[in-house]
């Protein structure tokens, strides 16, 4: 079921039934010359609204744009700076809790988004936590990145033996092969597998890694792979959505 | 052509043909009893990529979640507060800019966007206007919202020639079940056109508008009404992006 | 009866018959060689306080400084951010509102303001539609701009029908010569009648109009079409105003 | 001189002999029972515009609600928070730097702002500071209380040995009424002589000072004592002025 | 009684004899040649510790980085702006608002920061006049310099009758040789006493006051005179803090 | 050495040689009936201090309070909100970034500071990533764990291999015994190990850890394990500062 598809007499039905909904998180931003922009907030809402239509639960709208400022010398990239990606996603908390919803699952896609993610939802439950007003129900707000899913690191392990490094990875982009049909990219590899290193700036991060990628070979990717990845992950996400609505 | 199923080489070798983009902005709101909640944020997007794909020129991520503090009486509405949208705003276009973006062109689906959206491009120009380094170059940003686009006013007029009203309208929820083949709704309307009045806050509005339209008959929807809309939208579009890359 | 004028039981007295204020806002920027930097906030704060004086109704302090980032290469014009414009004004609109107020009726002189008052009558609105601790009544802000009040927009067509413009126009300039005996300029204008276009950052604006009119002919201006201007606006004002009250 | 009656060909040529504003500052606020919620604006204003026709320098638009949250638990007091109160005056100050100012003179009507209008002044010249580029010119704010300058003190405390106190003196309610004919009201007092002491919050200020003022006997007060107040002021701040343009 | 030292059910057992707190304010900032750093931190905070220990108060951590934009033209300077410092002296209170404290008490160590402090100080009550929930008891916050405390002045003005001056001074320099035994420092003095004037920014600082010194000459600092200074200032200290609890 | 013990010439001295600062980074929260509330400041303080003493490296005031919003049930917790946390850590960032630094590494002593230390750094380096003057050189944050640095998580699990837990740990409170002599508690705790689990809210954090502790049995700690903690954290801290001065 999914939020943006519905008329609101349905979501009023639903928190009938559940005040737990899904929050796809991700990201605009390079990922290397094989990658897409929209690689992260696509693997995200696309493992999302599977689950949610096998598991029967609400999937709102996808938070695309995140914290990315070190992808900034690769055109195409946007970014909100954490202080704004906090208030934002403070909106979005607030709104639905002003519905009724007592637990946000924010299924991410995005590495770096997670701090400021993490930062996000203690502004969130500080505001919970200093309200005396007895009005004010609490709020639950949890994390998950989509590659930490139940058996997925596993598979990933097994897809990718080598290769997978940590930024435009294989899997990722084996997601979005399968996901977006005719999306895939060809291009010559200056390096079969990128550099790894720290994260600094944009330009700090462009010299260390020319071409965008971080200890990956994307040439890797394929959609069966994705097709076995977005599986394994929709199965332990419906899972561990029913776990989190109880928690 | 679409940002975020573009990998980077791609923008990077668009930037030398063209410094225009365009970005859909939407809202996630109640549309009435039968509309889509993510209603505006489809319409914009589904005209803008139609239009991309046709004219050749790049459409970016879909600003999803806008300004609705005025429907939060009705669950599955999320909205920002202006503020944070401001700042949203900035950080998607300076992240443009620094690509070497000289034009964004909004194309707009509410209404309750406007004001918003405008008081942001103030501030985004702002920053122009004090800048004394020489070294940020101008980025000019422009609006649109897609019924105003030339000839779909006309249309709908001719289409609706009563019951279009201003929210939860036939001709935007024609528009969705045409982009959105599957999501039509039924229910029934406790009266056959809403009313119509003013808007403050979201308590009063219920009370105004008890089931959210505001002056619409919306089961005039249809997809082929919608179809013809998109048409139009897109055939405009296409020329008035052109007119604002050389404006 | 004016706000800054009054004494503190003088408005407490107020308050036991009318919830309504009106509150004058303008902005300070050039209005071209001829029209004073403060020609918004003087028609706004004249036309209202002649009406309040008319009508019986109180009218507060001037918001005398808006949104004119596009005026800044002009000397003398000051600008707020339009974050900053939304933080003040729901400062006054809450300080309003704790005394009991529950209608702002926001008297504009600037076009240039429309889009940031709005956005922030949408602030001001967000607060009442979160807020469930049923302590914060309603406040309803509305916005009037003085040349539409009713019979104005006739009676600018028929004392300037041709080069009235958008900017330092012959009307507003008038409503000043009439408020501010004195005040009248004279100077040569390079063209007639000014260019007309979009506005943009400051730069683009000088480069467009380079004396900083828009489309007008200032020159047209006199004080006998001012007294015509105040007292068909002011009559409009005093009925729109009870109107307002009761609404 | 003043900038609001000014045309930007005027303040362009202004700055070619000087590069030093005087801006007004007061504050919106209750004042007893007999003073004008607009008093501390009204002193400020009156006295800057005679010393700057008298000085022939130039005086900005006033900046007239500021820092009066101690005051709201009397009616049509209206405070910013000093939060909004640095960014408003960051941005008036931003706009003067922008045009070449290099000098600001705050003259200043209200106790309560002295703090605020110093943090501000920090937050201005912090950026000064911080900025490396070279392009900034510095810009030097300076604060001046118009019952401090050179002879004021002395006036009052020989016109009113006893009852001047710390708000709603006989001194500022005296130049309200020389400056606006016609305003005096006359109200009984419960006590001669208002108490004194110290300032928290609102409820706590009205709970100490039952009527608003502070330490005052206002029915002192007369348009004579205003003359000779506003005389000996706008002499001491012709040359105050004059002395702040070299420095 | 130390808070950072202390455990919480200390600190519920100290809530139910007392609601008032002492926070020692700094600031880490350039004191010339011989002055160390954190000259401002140390003074409030070793007077303040003192005076909790002997008075069997409670002291919170020190608040050790204030508003010091003026000497950032002296490497080792760290500073707020205004802006966060408001926000994080409000984030203080409201902590110990929330645990019950109704008395905050400041001791600063620093001049610069009183408007900010004071500022702060009227955002924080802001937050409590506007409150109309009857849930948040109101909570006063007080200012006050170590300098100022009852007989340092005087002692100041006997130990140093020359020199004192009013930045990097021998009095708060002999605070520091006492508290931190081993600290001092020797240098040459290019001047013996340093100049006096106005402040703005930190380039124009370090014109006027080359080795960062106002007024004043450190050579005359010593531990003996620190001593001297700490037990008059902790005895006063003690009686005041005791005053403040019952006011 | 230490920055708040030096004055400015040492540290201009100091820019000489280094580039990089080391800042302590703590919290001020409860930490169970056993441990200080200052326990992950003085961690943090103490062994950074101990380690710049010995490595020749300059360690700057500790930044004392952090993100404590979920401690904020239990008396005598401070917090920021993390946007505050944001806005103040870039502001001492931009400090020493002003006086030449290019390195600060953050010694951290809470895990809960550990997302908005994260996200703090995102947006200092967004400032770089956004900057074309070429005049802002960059800056490079890092973030360590003290329990974290080499050696150390293997001494902690071999000198407390049951009873460690996650929060007021023994190794930690056994740390404070260590650094302030005279400190240590003792109290009944009505349960020997706490329980585990996650972490939302203030009010849900006291549900379910009804002491404060979590996972942990504090009365393991002694200053024995303390001193052993330190020793090996401080060893590896000295190398792993030099790693970081050099990268």
Excluded at 64 to 90: D, K, W
Excluded at 137 to 161: D, K, M, Q, Y
Excluded at 192 to 208: L, M
């Amino acid at each position: 079921m999914q939020l943006h598809l519905s008329a609101w007499p349905e979501i009023e039905a639903y928190l009938t039934t559940s005040k737990a909904i899904l929050i796809p998180i991700g990201s605009t931003e390079q990922h290397g010359p094989l990658g897409l922009l929209g690689t992260d907030a696509i693997c995200a809402e696309y493992i999302a609204r599977a689950a949610g239509d096998e598991g029967g639960f609400l999937v709102g709208p996808t938070f695309n744009v995140g914290q990315a400022q070190h992808h900034m010398s690769f055109p195409g990239t946007i970014t909100l700076r954490p202080s704004t990606m906090i208030a934002a996603m403070t909106d979005w908390a607030n709104s639905l809790r002003h519905h009724g919803f007592e637990r946000i699952y924010w299924l991410n896609g995005h590495g770096g988004n997670i701090a400021t993610i993490n930062a996000a939802f203690a502004e969130i439950h500080h505001a919970t936590s200093f309200d005396q007003s007895g009005q004010t129900h609490a709020l639950r707000c949890s994390l998950r990145n989509w590659w930490e899913l139940a058996g997925v690191t596993e598979l990933i392990r097994s897809l990718f033996p080598s290769g997978e490094g940590s930024h435009a990875t294989p899997s990722e982009i084996s997601v979005t092969q399968y996901a977006c049909p005719g999306t895939a990219k060809s291009a010559e590899m200056a390096v079969k597998i990128a550099p790894s290193g720290p994260i600094f700036d944009a330009e700090d991060f462009r010299r260390r890694y020319p071409d965008g990628r971080i200890g990956s070979d994307p040439t890797l990717a394929n959609p069966e792979a994705g097709k076995k990845l977005v599986d394994t992950a929709v199965r332990a996400l419906v899972r561990e959505f029913q776990m989190f609505t109880k928690g």
